[in-house]
Protein backbone atom coordinates (compact mmCIF):
# COMPACT_ATOMS: atom_id res chain seq x y z
CA UNK A 1 0.00 0.00 0.00
CA UNK A 2 1.30 3.31 -0.86
CA UNK A 3 -0.52 6.53 1.25
CA UNK A 4 0.26 10.18 -0.11
CA UNK A 5 -0.48 13.04 1.58
CA UNK A 6 -0.46 16.77 0.01
CA UNK A 7 0.12 20.25 1.43
CA UNK A 8 0.72 23.64 -0.15
CA UNK A 9 -1.81 24.74 -1.69
CA UNK A 10 -3.75 27.97 -1.55
CA UNK A 11 -4.44 31.38 -3.67
CA UNK A 12 -1.80 33.67 -5.25
CA UNK A 13 -2.88 36.27 -7.72
CA UNK A 14 -0.78 35.52 -11.64
CA UNK A 15 3.17 35.77 -11.87
CA UNK A 16 2.86 34.48 -8.13
CA UNK A 17 4.77 31.12 -6.96
CA UNK A 18 3.52 28.27 -4.55
CA UNK A 19 5.10 24.90 -3.81
CA UNK A 20 3.32 21.74 -3.11
CA UNK A 21 4.45 19.17 -1.18
CA UNK A 22 3.38 15.10 -0.11
CA UNK A 23 4.49 13.12 2.04
CA UNK A 24 4.92 9.61 0.33
CA UNK A 25 5.30 5.70 2.29
CA UNK A 26 5.29 2.53 0.67
CA UNK A 27 7.35 1.44 -2.32
CA UNK A 28 6.62 3.24 -5.99
CA UNK A 29 8.25 3.49 -8.87
CA UNK A 30 6.69 6.51 -10.66
CA UNK A 31 4.87 9.55 -8.92
CA UNK A 32 3.00 12.09 -10.61
CA UNK A 33 1.10 15.59 -9.84
CA UNK A 34 -2.59 15.60 -11.34
CA UNK A 35 -4.88 18.45 -11.69
CA UNK A 36 -8.63 19.06 -11.99
CA UNK A 37 -10.32 21.89 -12.49
CA UNK A 38 -14.50 21.91 -11.69
CA UNK A 39 -16.63 20.45 -14.72
CA UNK A 40 -13.07 19.20 -16.29
CA UNK A 41 -11.33 15.85 -16.83
CA UNK A 42 -8.34 15.04 -14.50
CA UNK A 43 -4.96 16.10 -16.37
CA UNK A 44 -1.56 14.93 -15.91
CA UNK A 45 0.78 17.96 -14.84
CA UNK A 46 4.52 15.92 -14.43
CA UNK A 47 5.95 12.50 -13.43
CA UNK A 48 9.16 11.84 -12.03
CA UNK A 49 10.64 8.70 -11.60
CA UNK A 50 14.11 6.55 -11.28
CA UNK A 51 16.87 8.71 -11.49
CA UNK A 52 15.06 11.79 -11.83
CA UNK A 53 13.34 11.15 -14.58
CA UNK A 54 10.77 13.83 -15.30
CA UNK A 55 7.60 14.46 -18.02
CA UNK A 56 5.80 17.69 -18.08
CA UNK A 57 2.63 18.85 -19.86
CA UNK A 58 3.41 21.12 -22.30
CA UNK A 59 0.82 23.88 -20.70
CA UNK A 60 3.57 23.36 -17.40
CA UNK A 61 6.93 22.98 -19.22
CA UNK A 62 9.17 26.12 -18.01
CA UNK A 63 7.01 26.93 -15.43
CA UNK A 64 6.58 23.58 -12.84
CA UNK A 65 9.28 21.93 -11.84
CA UNK A 66 8.52 17.92 -10.05
CA UNK A 67 11.28 16.87 -7.86
CA UNK A 68 11.88 14.64 -4.78
CA UNK A 69 13.37 13.94 -1.35
CA UNK A 70 14.31 10.61 -1.06
CA UNK A 71 15.80 10.94 2.28
CA UNK A 72 12.33 12.94 3.05
CA UNK A 73 10.07 10.30 1.16
CA UNK A 74 8.70 13.90 -0.14
CA UNK A 75 7.66 14.36 -3.51
CA UNK A 76 7.73 18.19 -4.21
CA UNK A 77 5.96 20.65 -7.26
CA UNK A 78 6.97 24.10 -7.56
CA UNK A 79 5.23 26.29 -10.04
CA UNK A 80 6.34 29.32 -10.83
CA UNK A 81 4.84 32.35 -13.09
CA UNK A 82 0.88 31.23 -12.06
CA UNK A 83 -1.69 31.76 -13.92
CA UNK A 84 -5.67 31.87 -13.77
CA UNK A 85 -6.09 28.70 -15.55
CA UNK A 86 -3.68 26.59 -13.23
CA UNK A 87 -6.43 27.01 -10.62
CA UNK A 88 -7.57 23.28 -9.87
CA UNK A 89 -7.44 21.29 -7.35
CA UNK A 90 -3.66 19.09 -7.25
CA UNK A 91 -3.27 15.76 -6.44
CA UNK A 92 -0.60 13.55 -6.28
CA UNK A 93 -0.19 10.29 -7.17
CA UNK A 94 1.38 6.88 -6.98
CA UNK A 95 2.44 4.02 -9.25
CA UNK A 96 4.52 0.29 -9.23
CA UNK A 97 4.76 0.04 -13.25
CA UNK A 98 7.23 0.20 -14.95
CA UNK A 99 5.67 2.83 -17.07
CA UNK A 100 2.66 5.23 -16.37
CA UNK A 101 2.11 8.52 -18.87
CA UNK A 102 0.59 11.74 -17.60
CA UNK A 103 -2.59 10.91 -20.10
CA UNK A 104 -2.95 7.62 -18.10
CA UNK A 105 -4.57 8.50 -14.77
CA UNK A 106 -5.83 4.93 -14.72
CA UNK A 107 -2.18 3.95 -14.15
CA UNK A 108 -1.85 5.71 -11.35
CA UNK A 109 -3.74 3.21 -8.06
CA UNK A 110 -2.93 5.35 -5.19
CA UNK A 111 -3.69 9.15 -4.81
CA UNK A 112 -3.46 11.61 -1.92
CA UNK A 113 -6.58 13.34 -0.87
CA UNK A 114 -5.75 16.48 -3.36
CA UNK A 115 -4.59 20.50 -1.83
CA UNK A 116 -6.55 23.46 -4.29
CA UNK A 117 -4.86 26.44 -5.97
CA UNK A 118 -6.27 29.23 -6.92
CA UNK A 119 -4.88 31.73 -9.17
CA UNK A 120 -6.53 35.02 -9.47
CA UNK A 121 -5.67 37.80 -12.23
Known amino acids: QVQLVESGGGSVQAGGSLRLSCGVS?????LAWFRQAPGKKREGVAT???????LYADSVKGRFTISQDNAKNTLYLQMNNLRPEDTAMYYC??????????????????WGQGTQVTVSS
Open 48 to 54: IRARDIT
Open 26 to 30: GYRSI
Open 93 to 110: AASRLVFAGLDSPTDFPY
